[in-house]
């Protein structure tokens, strides 16, 4: 057993989560180790659609310029009856509240060899290929109130490719970003909350110069028989999915004819597959989507992060997306933890605000699963004539697509106070328009950096600038951005003088118009832990 070395962080899986932990980790001066048990992308497509929010997590680790020149935008989602008749439509902007496209269209290790790209340019990020975890193990240093309050480092025991000696390595923090058969996810103690759905689904990916009839968004088949999902993910690239039953095999001899029949509504292909044909099948595999929510997503210093914490069916393409809302979410305050010596209660906030939305996200997607797909009962035909009703009704198709992120539950980085007559900001994100600042034209988190911001509708109050000072922010007033009136129509709307931005953009507190001062400072001044007493005695 060989000798142990030390890491701040160490992050178990080198996917798209775990590579996106990093880069966040070391925006923040984060020094990380990826332990991944392949020693290279996975080639085959996966997830092919993240939404505007995930486009601005992106810009944050620098690679939404290179994503955008391989990815495709979508003109949204409708819903077809067995005929392919519509339903309704659900669409999306090309430009969104995050100032990207609402949905966008690629090929996951496209989006992987980017964010390697980036890690590799990152000296505080360090990638071990070929390394299987074998255990995760915390060491309780003090005396707890609870099973998240130990600060105690955290032992890593690996293999190597081609050794079946064990190694060691210690870490402040652990983040276990190692999928649906997480290991991290046991050694937490952690088990699945079963939200009734699994299905078992036929994934067909193809790069085809054929004609296809589309209409440049998703479709999603709603036959109780054959449902089905179409969607086109790039230039020439196309993906079905279909619900078959067991005997509907696409392999062997009778293959082919099959898979013909079932892409018939969208393109036609000859009776017979011929050598050098202009429709290749890249994969296609049999998935069995399920909806599960681990019942803990932390003990002490291990985190679960992605599908290590949750699954969800792939029905309104949040999988992707929610895995790195939790890198998004977590990777800043674990930071603050381990650098500025916040208290360790921020990280109790990590679940506290990430399950409840993610749970009511797999929510959305199963109550589309089995309103539109369910049963072949007459449930299933009632449940899809009510939804096409509804969907008729004006403004039901954009709350619905707005329901897709919703905002955070109040808590003590969410200070949210009971409104009747306007829109609550907090646990909302702020909209990023284009702005300028000293004659460059810039996206706002470009110009606000990677720390909290007050953006405020009129000039600073002392107290406004004391709460900046304290946590090393900018004030920056929102009619001196040069913007189209975004911010200050935001700020108008919600009523607020000025708002308290986290790192990750979340509005985390709010001066309501007229009152000049933020109001509930005490709240979360002592999680955050500023290291500026004279400015946080000015807080209190």
């Not at 310029?65 to 008749?85: K, M, N, Q, T």
């Not at 390394?131 to 032992?155: A, C, F, K």
């Not at 509907?248 to 001899?253: A, E, I, R, S, V």
């Not at 017979?272 to 003990?299: K, M, N, P």
Request: glycine share 10%.
């Amino acid at each position: 057993m060989k000798g142990t070395a030390r890491r701040a962080v160490v992050i178990i899986g080198a996917g798209p989560v775990g590579v996106t932990a990093a880069l966040l980790l070391a925006r923040h001066g984060v020094r990380s180790l990826l332990l991944e048990r392949h020693r290279d992308i996975y080639p085959q497509p996966r997830a092919v659609v993240v939404d505007d929010e995930i486009r601005r997590i992106l810009q944050s680790v620098g690679v939404h310029e290179e994503f955008a020149a391989l990815a495709r935008p979508a003109r949204g989602l409708r819903l077809l009856d067995a005929r392919r008749r519509m339903i309704a439509e659900f669409p999306r902007s090309p430009l969104g509240h995050h100032g990207f496209p609402q949905t966008s269209m690629f090929d996951q290790p496209d989006l992987e060899r980017l964010l390697r790209d980036a890690l590799a340019r990152r000296p505080e990020c360090e990638l071990w290929g070929g390394v299987e975890v074998v255990s995760v193990t915390q060491s309780v240093t003090q005396d707890t109130d609870g099973p998240n309050d130990s600060t105690g480092s955290v032992r890593v025991t690996f293999r190597r490719d081609g050794s079946d000696e064990e190694e060691h390595l210690w870490a402040d923090a652990v983040l276990g970003c190692d999928g649906a058969g997480s290991l991290t996810r046991d050694a937490i103690g952690a088990v699945w909350e079963d939200l009734h759905f699994e299905e078992s689904w036929r994934v067909i990916d193809v790069r085809t110069s054929r004609p296809v009839r589309t209409w440049e968004g998703a479709e999603q088949i709603c036959c109780p028989t054959r449902p089905g999902t179409f969607m086109r993910v790039g230039e020439d690239r196309y993906r079905w999915e279909f619900r078959l039953a067991d005997d509907q095999n696409l392999d062997g001899p009778d293959g082919w004819e099959r898979l013909r029949e079932l892409v018939a509504p969208w393109v036609d292909l000859p009776p017979e597959a011929s050598q050098g044909d202009d429709f290749e099948v890249i994969r296609q595999a049999q998935y069995t989507f399920r909806a599960r929510l681990a019942d803990r997503w932390r003990r002490g210093r291990v985190f679960l992060l992605g599908d290590a914490a949750h699954l969800t069916p792939p029905f309104v393409g949040q999988g992707l997306c929610a895995g790195l809302r939790d890198a998004h979410n977590l990777t800043w305050k674990l930071a603050r933890v381990l650098q500025q010596g916040a208290h360790d209660g921020l990280l109790d906030t990590y679940e506290r605000e990430r399950k409840p939305h993610v749970r009511h996200v797999i929510r959305v997607a199963v109550a589309v699963g089995w309103a539109m797909t369910g049963g072949q009962d007459r449930g299933a035909a009632f449940r899809r004539a009510v939804v096409g009703a509804a969907c008729r009704i004006p403004g039901v198709t954009a709350a619905v697509s707005r329901d897709l992120s919703p905002a955070l539950t109040a808590g003590p980085l969410v200070r949210r106070r009971p409104r009747l007559t306007s829109r609550v900001l907090a646990g909302t994100f702020c909209p990023q328009p284009w702005v300028r600042q000293d004659g460059r034209r810039m996206r706002l988190d470009d110009l606000l950096g990677k720390s909290f911001a007050v953006l405020t509708a009129g000039p600073a109050t002392a107290q406004m600038t004391a709460v900046a000072m304290a946590l090393g922010a900018q004030t920056i007033r929102a009619d001196d951005l040069g913007d189209d009136g975004t911010l200050a129509g935001w700020l108008a709307r919600g009523r607020a003088d000025a708002v308290l931005l986290r790192p990750d953009r979340v509005v985390l507190d709010t001066v309501p118009a007229g009152t000049g001062d933020f109001t509930d400072t005490t709240a979360w001044a002592p999680l955050l832990h500023t290291a500026r007493h004279t400015a946080d005695a000015r807080l209190a």
